[in-house]
């Protein structure tokens, strides 16, 4: 495995696996991409296998079934950092975000500690939202910054680059969200942890095939994980000189 890795959680991708993986692989950077599987049942992790089969630059983690997205890169960061990752993206299989961003995000976790894609930073953008899918999101990342206090404008964003330092810092096993709400509580941990979040400007692009894995369920985590989330890491205090815990 390289030490610059594409992580990607699947169910149920079989018309965007193929795809997302060549688009990513052409990018110029020499990297590796692990596709996290969460037995799919239309198949994605047989064409996953297929893909790695022919591929050294690809791998696969198979899970026992749906477990969640947050559970997904938890396990994805675990597999990659153990084989050598130096930086791991997080990135989805249906061209909701554009692999050809893909540098521009490495670029800005090697400035600072980590990097977010953001919609909502002087040139970012969603594509083909309704308006009242802009104000959810929109009011949902305002809410976190209000309530969390987080610097991060994006919050919910699921397109990311962050640094090896960044994840063996953080403690995965407390960080339990699942859809979108993970992707919050590791902002706020990450900057609770004193790191640095560069935002990078992108266009979110409606899904390319498949079904949306969005419900209300999601929403509902999200607002309950915010409230709690200075309560849950109040005793959390880093050194980065010292790379521990006090």
């Known amino acids: 495995m390289r030490e610059i890795v594409a992580v990607i959680p699947t169910y149920n991708e079989r018309e965007n696996i193929e795809k997302i993986v060549d688009v990513i692989l052409a990018q110029p950077l020499e990297l590796s991409v692990l596709i996290v599987d ?23 983690l198979h899970r026992r079934g749906k477990e969640g997205l947050g559970t997904a ?14 930086y791991l993206f997080e990135i989805d299989a249906d061209f909701s975000h ?23 930073v002087k040139g970012g953008a969603c594509s083909n939202w309704s308006i009242f899918r802009w104000m ?9 910054k209000a309530l969390a206090r987080t610097r991060t404008i994006d919050t ?12 063996e810092a953080i403690p995965l096993d407390r960080v339990t969200s699942q859809g979108y709400a993970f992707q919050i509580e590791m902002t ?13 400007p992108i266009t979110f692009s409606e899904r390319e095939g498949g079904q949306s894995k969005m ?14 989330l200075r309560h849950k890491y109040s005793d959390l205090t880093y050194t980065k000189v010292s790379g521990t815990f006090v």
């Open 38 to 60: 969460d037995n799919s049942p239309d198949g994605t992790g047989e064409i996953a296998d297929a893909i790695a089969e022919r591929d050294d630059r690809v791998e696969v």
């Open 73 to 86: 890169y938890r396990a994805g960061f675990r597999y990659a950092l153990d084989r050598g990752a130096q």
């Open 98 to 120: 554009n692999p050809n961003d893909l540098p521009r995000l490495y670029a800005g976790a090697c400035e600072g500690d980590a990097a977010v894609g953001s919609r909502y």
């Open 136 to 144: 959810i999101s929109r009011g949902g990342n305002l809410y976190t």
């Open 156 to 167: 919910t964003s699921g397109f990311r680059c962050y640094t090896k330092r960044v994840l």
């Open 188 to 200: 706020y941990v990450t900057e609770a942890l004193g790191f640095k979040i560069i935002e990078v």
């Open 215 to 228: 419900g209300s369920d999601i929403f509902w985590e999200g607002l309950r994980v915010v409230w709690g």
